[in-house]
Protein backbone atom coordinates (compact mmCIF):
# COMPACT_ATOMS: atom_id res chain seq x y z
CA UNK A 1 0.00 0.00 0.00
CA UNK A 2 1.50 3.54 -1.16
CA UNK A 3 2.28 5.44 2.28
CA UNK A 4 1.50 8.92 0.59
CA UNK A 5 -2.13 9.00 -0.42
CA UNK A 6 -4.54 11.56 -1.70
CA UNK A 7 -8.37 10.61 -1.12
CA UNK A 8 -11.13 12.37 -2.82
CA UNK A 9 -14.59 12.33 -0.87
CA UNK A 10 -17.29 13.14 -3.18
CA UNK A 11 -20.02 13.03 -0.17
CA UNK A 12 -23.64 12.90 -1.72
CA UNK A 13 -22.08 14.58 -5.36
CA UNK A 14 -21.64 13.33 -8.09
CA UNK A 15 -23.52 11.93 -11.46
CA UNK A 16 -22.78 10.17 -14.32
CA UNK A 17 -22.09 12.81 -16.19
CA UNK A 18 -19.19 13.80 -13.71
CA UNK A 19 -17.15 10.71 -14.37
CA UNK A 20 -15.30 13.45 -16.88
CA UNK A 21 -13.61 14.90 -14.19
CA UNK A 22 -11.96 11.47 -13.79
CA UNK A 23 -10.68 11.41 -17.29
CA UNK A 24 -8.86 14.31 -16.55
CA UNK A 25 -7.24 13.05 -13.57
CA UNK A 26 -6.32 9.74 -15.35
CA UNK A 27 -4.58 11.86 -18.46
CA UNK A 28 -2.94 14.40 -16.35
CA UNK A 29 -1.85 12.47 -13.62
CA UNK A 30 -0.95 9.21 -15.15
CA UNK A 31 2.14 8.13 -13.01
CA UNK A 32 1.14 9.82 -9.75
CA UNK A 33 4.12 9.54 -6.69
CA UNK A 34 1.72 8.91 -4.30
CA UNK A 35 -1.44 6.54 -4.21
CA UNK A 36 -4.93 8.44 -5.16
CA UNK A 37 -8.26 7.16 -4.59
CA UNK A 38 -11.67 8.61 -5.05
CA UNK A 39 -14.73 7.85 -2.84
CA UNK A 40 -17.75 8.76 -4.93
CA UNK A 41 -21.30 7.77 -4.00
CA UNK A 42 -22.36 4.01 -3.67
CA UNK A 43 -24.37 4.75 -7.40
CA UNK A 44 -20.79 5.34 -9.27
CA UNK A 45 -18.70 3.02 -7.43
CA UNK A 46 -18.92 0.48 -10.25
CA UNK A 47 -18.87 2.68 -13.33
CA UNK A 48 -16.17 4.21 -11.53
CA UNK A 49 -14.26 1.67 -11.33
CA UNK A 50 -14.34 0.58 -14.88
CA UNK A 51 -13.38 4.16 -15.78
CA UNK A 52 -10.31 3.91 -14.29
CA UNK A 53 -9.27 0.42 -15.25
CA UNK A 54 -5.76 0.46 -16.52
CA UNK A 55 -4.89 3.75 -14.75
CA UNK A 56 -3.27 4.24 -11.06
CA UNK A 57 -6.91 5.66 -10.07
CA UNK A 58 -8.16 3.46 -7.21
CA UNK A 59 -12.38 3.81 -6.02
CA UNK A 60 -13.20 3.58 -2.69
CA UNK A 61 -16.70 3.24 -0.84
CA UNK A 62 -18.09 6.22 2.11
CA UNK A 63 -19.67 3.77 4.13
CA UNK A 64 -20.03 -0.31 4.40
CA UNK A 65 -22.27 -2.32 7.21
CA UNK A 66 -21.06 -4.37 9.80
CA UNK A 67 -22.55 -7.71 8.33
CA UNK A 68 -21.52 -10.06 6.01
CA UNK A 69 -25.29 -9.63 4.49
CA UNK A 70 -28.74 -9.88 5.44
CA UNK A 71 -32.04 -8.23 6.27
CA UNK A 72 -31.05 -4.26 6.31
CA UNK A 73 -32.47 -1.93 3.66
CA UNK A 74 -30.51 0.34 2.11
CA UNK A 75 -27.40 -0.74 3.34
CA UNK A 76 -24.00 -2.05 1.66
CA UNK A 77 -21.84 -4.67 2.91
CA UNK A 78 -18.15 -4.81 2.48
CA UNK A 79 -17.84 -7.82 -0.12
CA UNK A 80 -20.49 -5.32 -2.11
CA UNK A 81 -18.16 -2.77 -2.10
CA UNK A 82 -15.41 -4.93 -2.98
CA UNK A 83 -17.26 -6.49 -5.95
CA UNK A 84 -18.28 -3.20 -7.55
CA UNK A 85 -14.37 -2.87 -8.17
CA UNK A 86 -13.89 -0.83 -4.35
CA UNK A 87 -10.61 -1.03 -2.72
CA UNK A 88 -10.95 1.30 0.04
CA UNK A 89 -13.83 1.96 2.52
CA UNK A 90 -14.17 5.68 4.65
CA UNK A 91 -15.51 4.76 8.11
CA UNK A 92 -16.46 6.99 10.97
CA UNK A 93 -16.66 9.95 9.00
CA UNK A 94 -18.10 12.58 11.40
CA UNK A 95 -21.27 13.40 9.07
CA UNK A 96 -21.53 9.95 9.74
CA UNK A 97 -21.25 9.97 13.24
CA UNK A 98 -23.47 12.88 13.63
CA UNK A 99 -25.92 11.91 10.86
CA UNK A 100 -26.27 8.35 11.82
CA UNK A 101 -25.22 8.15 14.92
CA UNK A 102 -21.60 5.53 14.54
CA UNK A 103 -20.21 5.31 17.72
CA UNK A 104 -16.27 4.13 17.98
CA UNK A 105 -17.72 0.02 18.80
CA UNK A 106 -20.16 0.54 15.07
CA UNK A 107 -17.02 2.44 13.05
CA UNK A 108 -14.45 -0.74 14.61
CA UNK A 109 -17.04 -3.57 13.80
CA UNK A 110 -17.76 -2.01 10.38
CA UNK A 111 -13.69 -1.73 9.70
CA UNK A 112 -13.56 -5.27 11.08
CA UNK A 113 -15.63 -6.42 7.77
CA UNK A 114 -13.81 -4.53 5.43
CA UNK A 115 -10.90 -5.80 6.32
CA UNK A 116 -12.04 -9.15 6.39
CA UNK A 117 -12.78 -9.25 2.64
CA UNK A 118 -9.29 -7.31 2.17
CA UNK A 119 -10.63 -3.47 1.67
CA UNK A 120 -8.28 -1.04 3.95
CA UNK A 121 -10.48 0.64 6.03
CA UNK A 122 -9.92 4.49 6.15
CA UNK A 123 -10.87 5.23 9.93
CA UNK A 124 -11.50 8.79 10.73
CA UNK A 125 -11.16 10.64 13.85
CA UNK A 126 -11.89 14.32 15.03
CA UNK A 127 -12.64 16.47 17.42
CA UNK A 128 -15.92 19.32 17.38
CA UNK A 129 -15.24 22.55 17.92
CA UNK A 130 -16.48 22.62 21.60
CA UNK A 131 -14.24 19.42 22.45
CA UNK A 132 -10.95 21.55 21.24
CA UNK A 133 -12.27 24.33 22.99
CA UNK A 134 -11.90 22.41 26.37
CA UNK A 135 -9.04 21.45 25.74
CA UNK A 136 -9.95 17.56 25.30
CA UNK A 137 -8.95 17.27 21.44
CA UNK A 138 -6.04 14.55 22.50
CA UNK A 139 -8.06 13.05 24.50
CA UNK A 140 -10.92 12.71 21.87
CA UNK A 141 -8.51 11.28 19.67
CA UNK A 142 -7.24 8.63 21.91
CA UNK A 143 -10.45 7.63 22.94
CA UNK A 144 -11.97 7.50 19.09
CA UNK A 145 -8.36 5.39 18.01
CA UNK A 146 -8.70 2.88 21.25
CA UNK A 147 -12.70 2.34 20.21
CA UNK A 148 -12.22 2.60 16.61
CA UNK A 149 -9.70 0.66 15.39
CA UNK A 150 -8.94 -3.05 15.10
CA UNK A 151 -5.74 -5.08 15.47
CA UNK A 152 -4.93 -5.91 11.79
CA UNK A 153 -2.82 -2.50 11.04
CA UNK A 154 -1.50 -3.78 7.52
CA UNK A 155 -5.23 -3.08 5.91
CA UNK A 156 -5.77 0.51 7.26
CA UNK A 157 -5.14 3.72 7.19
CA UNK A 158 -6.13 7.14 9.40
CA UNK A 159 -8.09 9.76 8.98
CA UNK A 160 -7.31 13.43 11.36
CA UNK A 161 -10.93 15.57 10.42
CA UNK A 162 -11.36 17.85 12.98
CA UNK A 163 -14.98 17.93 12.78
CA UNK A 164 -14.65 22.06 12.72
CA UNK A 165 -12.46 22.14 10.04
CA UNK A 166 -14.89 20.16 7.29
CA UNK A 167 -16.41 22.08 4.90
CA UNK A 168 -15.63 25.47 6.88
CA UNK A 169 -12.72 27.05 5.36
CA UNK A 170 -11.17 26.90 8.70
CA UNK A 171 -7.81 24.77 8.97
CA UNK A 172 -6.05 24.45 12.24
CA UNK A 173 -2.03 25.64 12.35
CA UNK A 174 0.05 23.71 11.14
CA UNK A 175 1.58 23.44 14.65
CA UNK A 176 -1.54 21.94 15.73
CA UNK A 177 -1.42 19.72 12.84
CA UNK A 178 1.85 18.77 13.96
CA UNK A 179 1.10 17.93 17.31
CA UNK A 180 -1.56 15.77 16.65
CA UNK A 181 -0.13 13.76 14.06
CA UNK A 182 2.81 13.54 15.91
CA UNK A 183 0.43 12.06 18.98
CA UNK A 184 -1.19 10.08 16.36
CA UNK A 185 1.74 8.29 15.41
CA UNK A 186 2.21 7.35 19.00
CA UNK A 187 -0.43 6.25 20.29
CA UNK A 188 -0.58 3.68 17.44
CA UNK A 189 3.15 2.57 17.92
CA UNK A 190 2.10 1.99 21.22
CA UNK A 191 -0.70 -0.30 20.36
CA UNK A 192 0.83 -1.66 16.87
CA UNK A 193 4.73 -1.39 17.39
CA UNK A 194 7.18 -0.93 14.15
CA UNK A 195 3.79 -1.69 12.31
CA UNK A 196 2.84 1.48 12.85
CA UNK A 197 5.12 3.53 10.93
CA UNK A 198 3.80 2.03 7.68
CA UNK A 199 0.35 3.41 8.01
CA UNK A 200 -0.47 6.29 6.25
CA UNK A 201 -2.06 9.14 8.53
CA UNK A 202 -3.99 12.21 6.71
CA UNK A 203 -4.73 14.98 7.26
CA UNK A 204 -8.57 16.13 6.32
CA UNK A 205 -10.32 19.37 6.51
CA UNK A 206 -10.32 22.50 4.09
CA UNK A 207 -7.40 21.25 2.51
CA UNK A 208 -7.53 22.64 -1.40
CA UNK A 209 -4.85 23.62 -3.54
CA UNK A 210 -3.93 26.98 -2.15
CA UNK A 211 -2.71 25.27 1.56
CA UNK A 212 -2.01 21.77 0.64
CA UNK A 213 1.81 22.03 0.01
CA UNK A 214 2.43 23.67 3.36
CA UNK A 215 0.00 21.32 5.10
CA UNK A 216 2.03 18.03 3.73
CA UNK A 217 5.12 19.60 4.76
CA UNK A 218 4.08 18.79 8.18
CA UNK A 219 5.53 16.05 10.11
CA UNK A 220 3.71 12.37 10.01
CA UNK A 221 1.28 14.15 7.28
CA UNK A 222 1.30 11.12 5.10
CA UNK A 223 -1.76 12.97 2.56
CA UNK A 224 -5.29 14.25 2.80
CA UNK A 225 -8.77 13.74 2.95
CA UNK A 226 -10.22 16.13 0.57
CA UNK A 227 -14.03 16.55 0.57
CA UNK A 228 -15.32 20.01 -1.62
CA UNK A 229 -11.68 20.29 -3.48
CA UNK A 230 -12.18 16.97 -5.07
CA UNK A 231 -15.49 17.05 -7.02
CA UNK A 232 -13.24 19.35 -9.68
CA UNK A 233 -10.03 17.33 -11.35
CA UNK A 234 -8.63 20.83 -11.54
CA UNK A 235 -8.89 21.32 -7.56
CA UNK A 236 -7.92 17.67 -7.05
CA UNK A 237 -4.87 17.67 -9.71
CA UNK A 238 -3.38 20.84 -7.80
CA UNK A 239 -3.64 18.70 -4.62
CA UNK A 240 -2.08 15.55 -6.07
CA UNK A 241 0.84 17.51 -7.59
CA UNK A 242 1.47 19.01 -3.88
CA UNK A 243 1.71 15.78 -2.51
CA UNK A 244 4.28 14.75 -5.36
CA UNK A 245 6.44 17.48 -4.95
CA UNK A 246 6.00 17.10 -0.62
C1 LIG B 1 -14.29 15.61 4.41
O1 LIG B 1 -15.50 15.63 4.37
O2 LIG B 1 -13.71 14.55 4.66
C2 LIG B 1 -13.57 16.85 4.17
C3 LIG B 1 -12.34 16.92 4.57
O3 LIG B 1 -14.26 17.87 3.56
P1 LIG B 1 -13.66 19.29 3.07
O4 LIG B 1 -12.35 19.00 2.37
O5 LIG B 1 -14.68 19.84 2.14
O6 LIG B 1 -13.44 20.11 4.29
Request: proline letters at 3%.
Amino acid sequence: MARRMAVGNWKMNGLVQDLGEIDLLKSEHSAPGCGVLICPPATLIARMADHVAGSAIMVGGQDCHAAEAGAHTGDISALMLRDAGASHVILGHSERRADHGEDDATVQAKARAAQAVGLTAIVCVGETEAQRDAGETLDVISRQLDGSLTDDPALLIVAYEPVWAIGTGRTPTLEEIAQLHDAMRAHLGDRFGDKAADIPLLYGGSVKPGNAGEIFAVSNVDGALVGGASLKAADFGQIIAALDAA
